[in-house]
């Protein structure tokens, strides 16, 4: 059995074989073998190995015989692996990934939206206004806000009732945890209450089409700040 010491130390070099492979460190030079890592990074073969196995379930890495282990290019990576988008999303400003992002988000929310105008039961609807209402009693707590924004969009993920949005949630969870405190950042507010509202009410009034209006409406608007913004001036 691992000790939790053992895991620890695994995770520890998952991240930053996973965030130095995200940033291109190892384009130039080819990742390290097995004993350049140990050496490297002080960690011991088992260690050394399993994060390798770990960044190779994820697709960003490949081992083949006589050919050592390589860094896979992006179309190979598990982009849906929370993991994997957040190593993308923390890079370097890139105002590409942000938007690419939230284009999916706009390719998934809006229909969530429809579908839990038709399928949420009344815990659904609990859930969605409680995080409306966190967004609205935290919003001069930057931080409670976003949790609270994050839980209004998850909520409306599971009140689909399709699992395949289900399915998304830890991916979802940690995108817009990165993208809405971003978006927050550069309009120089936390997200609007009444535009937010606007998709519960739909919701709550079994109006699929006017909560896919009003959620879409939400996302178009992050896409016009991120087109926006430059990080060079904003701070």
């Not at 806000?145 to 839980?151: K, N, P, V």
């Not at 289900?166 to 550069?186: C, D, H, V, Y």
């Not at 991120?226 to 701070?235: I, Q, R």
Request: hydrophobic share 45%; aromatic share 6%.
């Amino acid at each position: 059995m691992r000790t939790h010491r053992g895991i620890s130390l695994t995770y520890g070099l998952l991240e930053t074989l996973g965030q130095s492979i995200v940033i291109g460190d190892f384009d130039k030079d080819g990742f390290p073998t097995e004993a350049e890592l140990c050496a490297k990074f002080g960690a011991s073969r088992t260690v050394a190995r399993e994060a390798v196995k770990m960044l190779t379930a994820k697709g960003l890495l490949s081992a083949r015989p006589r050919q050592g282990t390589k860094v896979e290019p992006i179309t190979q990576w598990n982009l849906l692996d929370p993991d994997v988008t957040r190593w993308l999303m923390e890079r370097q400003y890139s105002n590409k990934i942000y938007r690419e992002f939230t284009e999916v988000r706009l390719a998934i929310e809006p229909v969530a939206a429809a579908l839990a105008a038709q399928r949420a039961n009344k815990a659904d609807i609990r859930a969605i206004r409680d995080g409306l209402n966190g967004m609205r009693d935290e919003a001069a707590d930057h931080d409670a806000a976003l949790l609270a924004d994050i839980d209004f969009h998850v909520a409306i993920l599971k009140a689909s009732g399709n699992p395949f949005f289900l399915q998304l949630r830890a991916l979802i969870n940690t995108a817009l945890r990165i993208s809405i405190g971003l978006t927050n950042k550069i309009s120089g507010h936390t997200a609007s209450i009444p535009a937010h509202e606007a998709v519960l009410i739909a919701i709550e009034n079994g109006d699929a089409v006017g909560a896919e209006k009003a959620m879409r409406a939400i996302l178009l608007e992050s896409l016009e700040l991120l087109a926006s913004f430059n990080p060079e001036t904003t701070h």
